[in-house]
Each structure stands twice: as structure tokens, then as C-alpha cells.
């Protein structure tokens, strides 16, 4: 384990480790940068394997991305490893208003000075950027949107994520004990379901320092959160997806992948019409 912690640290550029709330921003920062979030390998049907050698060497070493269940995994590995008083959290996914989805987004809950915080490297384009801590009832900023944690009135808390013209619930969790079995329910109905989101839709995220870049099917997205711009393409083929994956998204995939993806979400489009 510890040679593929040396692996995953030595790739993000990070200080020495060390038990503080300011390394693991540091941490976090560099992750969302490096490592995008992707639903491709779902969609090619790739083994998806959550045993720490293979996700590492997925994750880190090939650099094809992933989802929750394989970023905060590692992210958890990792900080357990290195001694933070660390556990697996799963949420509902509440984008689409429905508070009662299925659990499947797994988190981090890291205690810290006698203070939890979330730590979230895996829930796509609205991903925090910084750690969220739970002591508080303030708006907590970032470049964007405030984040916010609020009681879901059921014994559990929800994350919101809020701006001049919006206001999103991302999902919402409680504090029950879970274990890697549960994880494991969750990532095996994420990527084998027949309805599942991932098995279906082509999402691609990655999350700079003030801009992020998202392919939700077959449309790209370049969000300026500096500057409070947007803009969108429409993917016209196969080889303008490769470059995407490869340039903006900083995913090692071969121009076949993108072939079989695009040709994936075309005929999606065709059954829809």
C-alpha cells in the first residue's frame, strides 16, 4: 500500500504529509485537478475493480478517471494510511430534487481537532472545492457557488450548493456506520444497473483552480467561474471527443475508446427520438 501512496502523492505535487486541515486542501485541490471525473470506463464496460491495487493503478496509474466509489476510495486510502481519523459516508444523490434516490454517492467524513468535515473528491462538476466542515451553519465559499450543510429534517444534513441564481441540493447523508460491503452494493448497481446514470450517459468533469469542463453525453461545457461565463459545443464526431478526453480532461484513452463512446452515445440519442 505504501508504494502506491508514494505513487499517488509524488503525482499530485503535494507537500510532505502532515495531520492539517491546510495539507489536505492541498490535497484535495490537486486531485480535482489531475483527476477527472468519468463514467467511460462504465461505458466500456471495463473491469471496475475496487481492490486498492487495481483502482490505484486505474486511477493513478492509467489516468482513465473514475466515479465516487473509486475517487473517494482512494482519497479515504490514502488518508487513513497516513493516520487521519477517517470514514466511508453514503449519500442520495439529489440533483433531481428526489430526496429518497438510492444511496449511491460515497464521501468522507474526517475528524479533526474534534471537528468533522466532508471531503469530497467524486461527485462530478459541482464537486466542492475545498473541504466542507460541518460545525458551522455559514455559508462556506468557493470561486462559484457557497456551499452550505443544512438539516434534511430525517436525522441526516444536506449539502447546497447556492449562488446569485441558484440554489442546488447535492445529495444528502447521515452519520450511519458504513462499511466497504455497502460501498461495494452502491459501485456494482453504478456501473452494472441497466438504468443506471453511468451505464447510460457519458459524463466527464474536471475542476480547476476557477474553471471546469464538463461532457454530459455529447455536449462540452467550459464553465469561467472567475469571470461568471459559460459556454457549450455540440460534439460533431468521434475524433473531436478524443481530443477533448485527451486534452481538457486529461484522460489517457485511445482514439478507438472515443470511437466506441461516441458511437455508444449516439445511439442513445437515436433510441430517444
Known amino acids: 500500500m505504501k508504494n502506491l501512496i508514494d505513487q499517488y502523492l509524488q503525482s499530485l505535487g503535494v507537500n510532505e504529509p502532515e495531520i492539517s486541515l491546510e495539507w489536505l486542501q492541498s490535497l484535495l485541490t490537486a486531485h480535482l485537478v489531475r483527476y477527472p471525473f468519468s463514467s467511460a470506463n462504465v461505458i466500456l464496460k471495463h473491469d471496475l475493480s475496487l481492490e486498492p491495487e487495481a483502482l490505484f493503478k486505474r486511477l493513478v496509474g492509467q489516468r482513465r478517471g473514475g466515479y465516487c466509489f473509486e475517487h473517494n476510495k482512494v482519497v479515504f486510502l490514502v488518508l487513513k494510511e497516513l493516520g487521519f481519523d477517517v470514514r466511508p459516508l453514503i449519500g442520495r444523490v439529489m440533483l433531481n430534487g ?14 479533526l481537532h474534534d471537528k468533522q468535515y466532508l471531503i469530497d473528491a467524486g461527485f462530478g462538476v459541482m ?3 475545498q473541504i466542507i466542515a460541518l460545525n458551522t451553519n455559514q455559508p462556506q465559499p468557493d470561486v462559484r457557488y457557497h456551499y452550505s450543510v443544512e438539516s434534511d429534517n430525517r436525522g441526516g444534513m ?10 442546488v441540493t447535492l445529495y444528502r447523508f447521515d452519520f450511519a456506520e458504513y462499511v466497504e460491503s455497502d460501498c461495494n452494493i452502491g459501485h456494482f448497481y453504478s456501473h452494472q444497473a441497466p438504468e443506471a ?4 450517459h457519458l459524463v466527464v468533469s474536471r475542476i480547476l483552480d476557477s ?3 464538463l461532457i ?8 469561467d467561474d472567475q469571470a461568471g461565463q459559460e459556454r457549450t459545443a455540440e460534439i460533431s464526431d468521434a475524433t473531436m471527443l478524443y481530443q477533448l478526453l485527451t486534452t481538457q480532461f486529461n484522460l489517457q484513452l485511445t482514439e ?7 458511437s455508444h452515445q449516439m445511439a442513445k440519442i437515436r433510441q430517444q427520438q
Open 98 to 111: 428526489n430526496p429518497d434516490n438510492g444511496r449511491s454517492h460515497r464521501l468522507t467524513l474526517l475528524t
Open 127 to 129: 464537486n466542492p472545492r
Open 158 to 167: 444536506m449539502v447546497i450548493a447556492t449562488n446569485c441564481d441558484e440554489a
Open 197 to 200: 446514470a453511468f451505464v447510460n
Open 211 to 213: 474553471r471546469r469542463y
Open 216 to 223: 454530459r453525453n455529447l455536449t462540452y461545457f467550459e464553465y
Open 256 to 262: 478507438q475508446d472515443a470511437a466506441t463512446l461516441y
